[in-house]
């Protein structure tokens, strides 16, 4: 019977401490979620861990926004050239775009309503998990951190509020897709130009089309890093709690010679 009962307390986890990163379950806004979905697929995905969905839908974005210029054509929109969104628009890959976009909002939604009730179950259960891992390359363990001092780190370089929390996996695709954009989009040039007040080569060596990706990623690193370093500090308290709880003798307990 005890070992059912172990068994079935640990049929589902709150969290899981590896070398690469701390994986958690936590309750979360769907329409918040799906909102993020929509600022670019697969942020609602990376928001939830599900990582590897995420990764797909934001290489898959980035793909087909290339092919059809959608970025270029949401500038000339909001510079009122119509005819010109129109033009540089590529109507061949449109229709492969639309689904997928849509089923990244649909489904991020999906998965938070889902992950909201296991969040439940599991944090009912108190299922065990990991609190410290150690491998050959690297050393995780559940601490405390500072959230806004993850958003500041996230301010200066996107992917370093992330791995200041020790996600290695997400801070290194968000810093090589940070390093992607900026490259293409030639940011750090526009910059110089516009520190030295050249605005007008300031802005003809910004790239239009590449540059849009950029704040996305930029506020997403931001809200990413001090959320999870929030919930990451939570968990912490939740399973120091556990712990001294299990470890030791309730309030208003009197210790006998026989419960020696």
């Not at 999906?110 to 609190?131: C, H, W």
Request: net charge positive; with cysteine.
């Amino acid at each position: 019977m005890e070992n059912f009962r172990e068994k079935y307390r640990s049929r589902r986890y709150v969290a899981h401490v590896s070398i690469l990163g701390t994986s958690q379950i936590h309750k979360r806004n769907p329409f918040g979620i799906a909102c993020w979905s929509m600022a670019f697929p697969g942020f609602g995905h990376l928001l939830l861990n599900k990582y590897l969905r995420g990764y797909a839908l934001i290489l898959w974005e980035i793909f087909i926004n290339q092919k059809i210029h959608l970025n270029l054509a949401i500038v000339h929109t909001f510079n009122g050239e119509f005819q010109a969104a129109r033009d540089v628009m590529d109507p061949k890959f449109m229709s492969l775009y639309i689904p997928v976009y849509l089923f990244a909002i649909y489904d991020s939604y999906r998965t938070s309503v889902d992950m909201n009730k296991i969040y439940v179950l599991a944090n009912r259960e108190q299922g065990p998990f990991n609190e410290f891992s150690i491998g050959a390359l690297e050393i995780n363990y559940l601490d405390k951190r500072k959230p806004w001092l993850a958003a500041v780190w996230s301010m200066g370089i996107p992917s370093l509020g992330q791995l200041y929390l020790h996600r290695i996996v997400l801070a290194s695709f968000i810093l090589i897709s940070t390093i992607v954009i900026i490259w293409n989009s030639n940011l750090i040039l526009s910059i110089h130009y516009l520190i030295l007040g050249d605005l007008e080569s300031s802005t003809s060596v910004l790239d239009k089309q590449w540059v849009l990706y950029f704040p996305s990623f930029y506020f997403f690193t931001i809200y990413d890093a001090y959320t999870n370093t929030v919930e990451n500090n939570k968990l912490f308290d939740d399973a120091q709690k556990a712990y001294l709880i299990s470890n030791y003798q309730p309030a208003g307990h009197v210790l006998k010679v026989e419960d020696r």
